[in-house]
């Protein structure tokens, strides 16, 4: 009897165990397609141009334009989040140094812990009568970067506009390279940068960038016992964004309806034929929330003054109705725009609405397209979607629904 | 937008054009060849017993050469001897001039002058080699 009630018990609880793990293979391949999703993301490439300055020991003896050379950078980066991600990049070229009196040097070693006043790069230089010459250094640095969006930080994603600026700081591995009588040598670099940039278009921005990396004394191949020596280097280049750009507030677990599948259900026990049968109703009621994020499909354009589309644009009339024919759940919304350069604010909201009616009319007269399918309405001059004034002589059609 | 594309190019190519910079050029000089070749009947001397400032230190060289003058006439050719140069200067008991020192360095091709003299004294010492002078040199004009 005993042993029945046991292996009743133990049947009872396999569709359990059952429901369990669906619930958590469910749960770690959503969690996976998040993960997945996500790494995908906000990938970019960068790369700049500018010049740079050596902060060493002596280096004032140089004039500022002969300390100044140039320097070039690639970066490929990810922004884990809107407000911080990491980069990788590589920087360098040349460094214009310059030495006076006194110092050691790498390159003259007396024995393995003392170093010699023998300079190679003065066989390699002009010397200036009073003894003093340059350094040529040749250099490239690779590290890695944290990076905050210093102002999507203070006023949330967005909230910018168009501007950026990003604090980093970052670690890396510097390869002085053997030139001139400087020796080669590998060091371990520090760097802190600040960028600004400006969105140019969606996958394009424009950059500018304060960068600064401290290196040890021995960086440009002497020892004058200063703590470090620095590079500060001024940037501009261009940042290519990978066309999944952009975060959206999605659930980073699988909905909360999956955790039904965990909860135990009412089971009807029956013995049939000596056979244990168990019987349990599970329902899962999956409520997936989908993010559909409004986005432009078309746009209707206007003349300078005019409520009626400028001729031949037919083909976005049936872009648009075949669109809505594709997509049954799809509704539109017609924003009316009027360039904000010529008219008073008034009159501009009077003809944008005319604008978006023109075309809610033409779609439903002439296209058949269902009046509840379509929203219209006028914005005016103000929040012009492009720079271009005559661009904003236009209706801009957005898939808000589907 | 696309009207002010140009500026991006031009910025980067200032920045560039800042970042090069020529070589340095400086007037160079061949080997003198000091001898002492004054016509007079000098029967006093002076010695000097000098070293070159630290800066210039590091470039001697096989080809240095040092010299006395008096006007332009030399009146010594300097031996340099563990780092330190002694010059025999020849001169009249009466004599009043004043010395200057040429320095020749071979490695540079650079040619030196002190820039302010000291006197002619018989049978006078300028420097010694427990306290040698250190030159004050400045480029040949």
């Not at chain 1, 993010?291 to 009339?317: C, K, M, W």
């Not at chain 1, 929203?375 to 002589?393: C, E, F, H, V």
């Not at chain 2, 937008?1 to 991006?8: D, L």
């Amino acid at each position: 009897m005993k042993l029945f009630f046991s292996g009743l018990l133990a049947l009872c609880c396999v569709p359990a165990v059952v429901a369990q793990e669906a619930v958590d293979t469910e749960r770690r391949e959503a969690e996976r397609a998040y993960v997945r999703d996500q790494l995908a993301k906000n990938w970019y490439v960068e790369a700049g141009a500018g010049a740079q300055i050596l902060f060493a020991d002596d280096a004032s003896g140089l004039g500022f334009g002969q300390r100044l050379t140039p320097s070039l950078s690639v970066a490929a980066g990810k922004w884990f989040s809107p407000y911080w991600g990491m980069r990788l990049q590589a920087r360098g070229y040349g460094f214009n140094g310059n030495t006076g009196m006194g110092g050691i040097y790498v390159a003259d070693p007396v024995d393995g812990l003392v170093y010699g006043t023998g300079d190679p790069v003065r066989s390699e230089v002009t010397i200036r009568p009073d003894g003093t010459y340059r350094r040529y250094m040749r250099y490239l640095d690779v590290h890695v970067d944290f990076r905050l969006r210093l102002l999507d930080l203070i006023g949330g994603p967005g909230g910018a506009g168009r501007w950026e600026v990003m604090p980093a700081v970052g670690l890396g591995y510097a390869r002085a390279f053997a030139y001139r009588g400087v020796p080669a040598g590998n060091f371990l670099a520090t760097h802190f940068s600040l960028a600004g940039s400006y969105r140019l278009a969606p996958s394009f921005d424009l950059n500018l960038e304060a960068h600064a990396v401290l290196l040890p004394d021995a960086f440009d191949g002497r020892i004058t016992g200063q703590p470090c020596e620095a590079g500060l280097a001024l940037t501009l280049g261009a940042t290519y964004h990978f066309p999944a750009r952009g975060f959206r507030r999605t659930a980073a677990t699988p909905p909360p309806a999956l955790e039904a599948l965990a909860a135990p259900a009412p089971a009807e026990v029956r013995v049939v034929r000596d056979t244990v049968v168990l019987t349990r109703e599970v329902r899962v009621e999956v409520s997936v929330e989908v993010a559909n994020e409004p986005f432009t499909l078309g746009v209707v354009a206007f003349a300078i003054d005019s409520s009626e589309p400028r001729p031949g644009q037919e083909v976005t009339y049936v872009n648009l109705a075949r669109y809505l024919e594709a997509h049954p759940r799809a509704m539109l919304r017609l924003d009316g725009y009027a360039d904000a350069a010529t008219g008073t604010p008034e009159y501009n909201l009077h003809l944008s609405r005319q604008r978006a009616d023109a075309v809610y009319r033409l779609l439903t007269e002439q296209y058949g397209i269902a009046p509840g399918r379509l929203q219209a309405q006028g914005i005016g001059g103000n929040g012009s979607p492009y720079d271009q004034a005559a661009w904003n002589r236009a209706v801009v059609v957005t898939v808000i629904e589907e | 937008m696309k009207s002010r594309r140009w500026i991006i190019p031009l910025l980067v190519a200032v920045l560039l054009a800042a970042g090069c910079d020529r070589e340095e050029v400086y007037p160079t000089y061949d080997q003198p060849g000091w001898v002492e070749t004054f016509d007079g009947d000098y029967n006093a001397s002076m010695t000097a017993v000098l070293r070159l400032p630290d800066n210039l230190a590091p470039y001697v060289a096989a080809g240095d050469e040092l010299a006395a003058f008096i006007g332009d006439e030399c009146r010594g050719v300097g031996q340099q001897v563990d780092g330190l140069w002694y010059v025999m200067l020849k001169g009249t008991p009466d004599e009043q001039g004043m010395v200057s020192i040429r320095y020749y360095s071979a490695a540079n091709r650079y040619l030196y002058r002190t820039a302010e003299g000291f006197e002619f004294e018989s049978d006078g010492v300028y420097g010694t080699a427990d306290n040698p002078v250190t030159l004050s040199l400045v480029t040949q004009e």
